[in-house]
């Protein structure tokens, strides 16, 4: 039992000469003792300290000892100390066992035996001492249980992010190993056929009529494969805070003529109408590389999920910015994948029945857009096509932080390997 726990004793009576000779036979270590002179006086020293034990005098002119004590019980603040009544007359005693039988209460009998006093005082306080202690230890684990909740609670939060970070890790493998594989099966199966044609003196396959689109339809695999490498690559620099952008003047509108050009073939392989809508030139400083994945990673995915509508380019100078949009009649993205589509790996259910993909293109893209401290928003809804709109700057925004939280702030810098 600690025994730094300090006791208030209060002793009422309404003679000073009685008062102090009370407090002679009360007082000891650890233990403050309160003088009242009146019923009222009393109330007012309850009110403002916690008191273990209250001694009243029974007679006292005004409001006397018993009727304190009613007031006493009525108060949630007072209704626990307990009381020591002191009376002259033994009658009275007998009134007040009646009153006051529920509640900690006992009786002094004057003349007061210094003793029977001290023995009486020395359990109430003893009491209130073990109480206060029992109360104090009590709180303590209650304050570590919560501790130990709130733990408990972040372990488990931990535990489901490493759960995730394990799932995603695996389903990446999956999609990755699945991806890759397309194309190099079907890389394969040329090599093959291109054997057995060769193997029976079949060179006819391998005139220079059929050799350049042979060449070409290799070289789409491969692209496909470097792109997916490229991708992965970016993501693990955004990651590592290694990519920076590098702004030059780059004319957005050429930009964009390049890349629906350089898609041109993926268009007609999807069915795709793709018109172009642009002033001769949009002139600012930006990187002119990964612009051009921006815009390519947008029209491929207005073909790829635009369902053989025709898909729409627009390219336009609007308050000192330079915006460029991309519109499709696809699947449309439906209003809760909005958000979570430009980070990394999210794909809505309605696309992947429809096309293999990493969902890394659009984090990426949103990254770069950020980075030369621009804005893409998209406007769509489930089944009625997609608009993606990226605003950039038209003079020297700086650039910003690329990643957003929880990926350390990323700076994008080219690396040699993925100039073309
Ligand atoms: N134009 C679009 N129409 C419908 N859904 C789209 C469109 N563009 C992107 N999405 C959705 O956003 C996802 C993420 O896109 P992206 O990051 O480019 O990854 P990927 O194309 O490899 O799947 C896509 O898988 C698809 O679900
Ligand atoms: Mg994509």
């Not at 009576?13 to 019923?39: C, F, I, M, T, W």
Request: net charge negative.
């Amino acid at each position: 039992m600690p025994n730094d726990v300090e006791s208030k004793l209060l002793i009422v009576d309404d003679l000073p000469e009685n008062l102090l000779a009370l407090e002679g036979l009360v007082r000891g270590h650890g233990r403050l003792v309160y003088k009242a002179q009146s019923a009222e006086e009393a109330l007012g020293l309850m009110l403002a300290h916690e008191f273990a034990l209250a001694i009243l005098d029974v007679q006292m002119p005004g409001m006397n000892g018993f009727e304190l004590a009613e007031l006493m019980r009525g108060t949630e603040r007072t209704r626990h100390i307990p009381i020591i009544f002191v009376s002259a007359a033994g009658r009275e005693m007998d009134y007040a066992f009646k009153g006051y039988e529920s509640g900690a209460v006992d009786f002094l009998q004057k003349p007061l035996d210094p003793h029977v006093v001290a023995s009486k005082v020395n359990v109430f306080v003893e009491l209130y001492r073990h109480k206060k202690a029992l109360r104090r230890e009590m709180e303590a684990m209650a304050k570590l249980h919560r501790e130990q909740e709130a733990l408990v609670e972040q372990l488990q939060c931990t535990q489901r992010e490493l759960e995730r970070a394990v799932r995603m890790r695996d389903d990446f493998m999956s999609m990755v190993s699945h991806e890759l594989r397309t194309p190099l099966n079907t890389l394969y199966l040329e090599t093959q056929v291109r054997k057995l044609h060769l193997s029976k003196g079949n060179t006819v396959h391998f005139g220079p009529d059929r050799l350049p689109a042979m060449i070409e339809r290799d070289q789409r695999q491969i692209q496909s494969m470097v792109r997916l490498i490229d991708d992965m690559l970016d993501v693990t620099r955004l990651r590592s805070g290694s990519l920076t952008i590098q702004p030059k003047p780059t004319d957005l509108a050429a930009l964009a003529r390049a890349v629906v050009e350089n898609l041109a073939q993926q268009a007609e392989a999807a069915g795709c109408t793709v018109s172009l809508h642009a002033p001769a030139h949009v002139p600012g400083n930006w990187d002119e590389f990964r612009i051009e994945q921006v815009v390519t990673n947008l029209l491929t995915n207005a073909l790829r999920y635009g369902g053989g509508q025709p898909v729409k380019i627009e390219v336009r100078t609007a308050g000192g910015a330079a915006e460029l949009s991309v519109r499709d009649h696809g699947m449309g993205i439906a209003p809760e994948d909005q958000q979570r589509i430009f980070e990394q790996f999210e794909r809505t259910e309605a696309s992947r029945g429809k096309a293999a993909g990493l969902g890394l293109g659009l984090y990426i893209t949103r990254q770069i857009v950020l980075a030369h401290g621009g804005q893409i928003d998209l406007q769509s809804a489930a089944g009625a096509g997609a608009t993606f709109r990226v605003r950039l700057p038209l003079v020297g925004a700086p650039p910003v932080p690329a990643a957003p939280a929880p990926e350390p702030a990323a700076q994008m810098a080219r690396q040699p390997e993925q100039q073309e």
